[in-house]
C-alpha cells in the first residue's frame, strides 16, 4: 500500500461574482478530510485537494488548496495520471459569473446575474 496514491476531493469551491460576493455550495469538506486520513493511516499515499474549509489537514497527507471549480479541475487533471485511486467528494460549483466584476457591485447594481457553466470534463 506504501507506493498506492489516492487523490481525493473534498469541500466546496466558490465562483467570485466581485471581490467580496460569490456563489458556492454549502460543504464543509469532513466526509473528504475523514477518508483522507483513514487512507493515510492504512499506509496510502495521499492527495488532497480541498476547496475553502475550516478543518486542520489530516497527519501525512500532502494538501492542495483551491477555490474555484477551474483550479480544483486543473489540479486533479495533475495528479489524477498519478493515482491509483480517485474519490471525488467536493462540492464544485455548477456555475460562474460570466463576468467578475473588479469592484464590489452596490446592492442596487445587483439586480440580475449572468452565468456560465463551469468546467465538467473527465480528467
Known sequence: MK?????????PTREF????????????GKLGYKIAEKFSSFGYKVILISGPVSLKPP??????????????????????????????????????????????????GLNSLRILKTTRKKP
Not at 3 to 11: C, E, M, P, Q, Y
Open 59 to 108: 497527519k501525512g497527507v500532502k494538501v492542495y488548496n483551491v477555490v474555484s471549480a477551474s483550479e480544483m479541475f486543473s489540479k486533479v487533471k495533475k495528479f489524477f495520471p498519478q493515482a491509483d485511486i480517485f474519490i471525488s467528494t467536493a462540492a464544485v460549483c455548477d456555475y460562474k459569473p460570466f463576468k467578475i466584476k473588479k469592484q464590489k457591485i452596490k446592492k442596487s
Open 17 to 28: 461574482i466581485d471581490p467580496v460576493r460569490f456563489i458556492s455550495n454549502l460543504s464543509s
Open 3 to 11: 507506493n498506492k496514491k489516492v487523490l481525493i476531493t473534498a469541500g
